[in-house]
């Protein structure tokens, strides 16, 4: 696993175990740190989407080696 990939899957983790929380336990990890006001949860949020996008082609490369 490539130093990228690392950093794509913990971004990814990290988005769920906040997306957890606030299905569980309505509250956002996220904007409780940062302002919900602020730029940074949009950014953040931004981050977690593009890094989901590389962890799906990774999945799709590990497939395709599999064969």
């Known amino acids: ?8 899957l913990s971004i990814t983790i990290i988005g769920g175990i906040t997306w957890g929380l606030i ?14 006001e ?3 949860p949009r950014i953040i949020y931004s981050l977690v989407g593009l890094t ?8 799709l490369m590990d497939l395709d080696r599999a064969d």
């Open 23 to 36: 299905g569980l336990l309505d509250f956002n990890l996220v904007e409780a740190i940062f302002s919900a």
């Open 52 to 59: 989901s996008l590389v962890n799906i082609g990774i999945l």
């Open 1 to 8: 696993m490539t130093i990228l990939q690392k950093i794509c």
């Open 38 to 40: 602020s730029v940074i």
